[in-house]
């Protein structure tokens, strides 16, 4: 990989991202990494990931390759990608829960009324 910090630092984010997800239950994992990544990385960020993904030695965890195939390619339709458009908003009732990128390890405090 012809590394710039720019290249590091994205294929460090993604990993932190997958480590993250590795403590979750594995039926959320690969949405988890993509919903998040389709949320929060501009689209510029989305096609470098795309074009270092391509390299063998990028160092991307296996996790994230896994979730790539759910992550949304810019210029592409949204078809595969999870956590965009209507399904994050489908996925998320009120913004809250797994899908939103909430721990599964962290308890709900439950809302009180006043």
Known sequence: MSETSTDAKIVRMANQIATFFLSQPEDVRVDGVA??????????MRRRFFDLLREPEAGFLPL?????????????PDAGAV??????????????????GESLSEPSIPETTA
């Open 35 to 44: 919903t998040h990544i389709n949320k929060f990385w501009e689209t510029r």
């Open 64 to 76: 994230v390759v896994e979730a790539s195939i759910k992550i949304k390619r810019p210029g592409d």
């Open 83 to 100: 956590g965009v458009g209507q399904k994050a908003a489908d996925g998320a009732p009120g913004g809250k829960g797994v899908i939103a």
